[in-house]
């Protein structure tokens, strides 16, 4: 098992930047990937980034390379979400996720936070 709590969203105007933190326990944080999901109202929970154990390999949505990088501390158990330049369109409930193997799909992921809200005027 894995529990998993998300802290650092907000409301944030258009261009500005927000870090999501993402807090593990249980099961040895170094032996999962993780991955930083989104969910918009009435759209289907998508991929944002993700990040291999080590933190060697990493994965950007189109929407949001350049913009966004995922970082991981397996000293804290810890993984971020740096979000600059964000857009009205980030606005979404942000969700950490842990699994074993690295992948971007959300059925890929057996374990998940509670999701904290982000929400970018324009």
């Known amino acids: 098992q894995v529990q998993l709590v998300e802290s650092g969203g907000g409301l944030v105007q258009a261009g500005g930047s927000l870090r999501l933190s993402c807090a593990a326990s249980g099961r040895t944080f170094s032996s999962s990937a993780m991955g930083w999901f989104r969910q918009a109202p009435g759209k289907d929970r998508e991929a944002v980034a993700a990040i291999s154990r080590g933190g060697g390999r990493t994965y950007y949505a189109d929407s949001v390379k350049g913009r966004f990088t995922i970082s991981r501390d397996n000293a804290k158990n810890m993984v971020y979400l740096q979000m600059n330049s964000l857009k009205p369109e980030d606005t979404a409930v942000y969700y950490c996720?842990?699994?074993?193997?690295?992948?971007?799909?959300?059925?890929?992921?057996?374990?998940w936070g509670q999701g904290t809200q982000v929400t970018v005027s324009s």
């Open positions: 996720a842990a699994d074993t193997t690295y992948g971007r799909r959300v059925y890929e992921y057996d374990y």
